[in-house]
């Protein structure tokens, strides 16, 4: 199904669309995931990221066919980002793996300023706090619980400036240099 012009929320200039299942969202998607700023955080372990590896790793998300939401993060109309958001439920299996505990209802997030113009700007710590909004109060969530690495001191500082809280550390499943990486346990509440 696609999803142009499906606005999930917005705050100003700043836009979470629908990402569409679209060659324009595709490859800026690829493009954003291989910026070595994104890279260093995401997934750095894995290969360079391939137009493939995105429709399978996305393409369910956009036919429904599993739980996550994929949004582009939009300025003024410009594309500047990447943002998936979901419940945990399905997903229970990791959080033992992590023995991390979070209340039913959970949701969680993972986010990308793939643009490099667009760091430092204000713009991930926006799109949290708007996206935990339209979790806590469209979709009904609990609480917002994610990680982050607990090396990556800007992204860390962008989620306490979006409302989160620093809840304690664990062994996150994501791996850098073949190693599992610990992260800090993000949340918000309504």
Do not use: K
């Not at 793939?114 to 469209?138: A, I, K, N, Q, Y």
């Not at 992204?155 to 400036?161: T, W």
């Amino acid at each position: 199904m696609d999803a142009e012009g499906v606005v999930i929320a917005a705050d100003g200039e700043l836009c979470l669309r629908a990402m569409r299942d679209a060659d324009d969202d595709w490859t800026r998607l690829v493009t954003w995931r291989n910026r070595p700023h994104v890279r260093a955080w995401w997934d750095p372990d894995d290969p360079p990221y391939t137009l493939e590896r995105a429709r399978a790793d996305c393409g369910p998300a956009l036919r429904g066919e599993d739980p996550d939401r994929l949004a582009v993060i939009e300025v003024a109309g410009a594309a500047v980002g990447f943002v998936q958001f979901y419940p945990w439920a399905p997903y229970r299996h990791e959080l033992e793996l992590m023995d991390v505990d979070l209340p039913e209802g959970a949701w969680s997030l993972d986010i990308l300023i793939g643009e490099p113009e667009w760091l430092d700007r204000g713009v991930g710590s926006r799109t949290v706090r708007l996206l935990c909004d339209h979790m806590l109060h469209r979709e009904g969530a609990s609480c917002v619980a994610f990680g982050v690495d607990r090396d990556n001191a800007r992204a860390r500082a962008a989620y306490l400036r979006a409302g989160m809280v620093a809840a304690g550390e664990y062994l996150d499943l994501d791996t850098r240099g073949g190693e599992r990486v610990w992260s800090v346990l993000m949340v918000r509440t309504p």
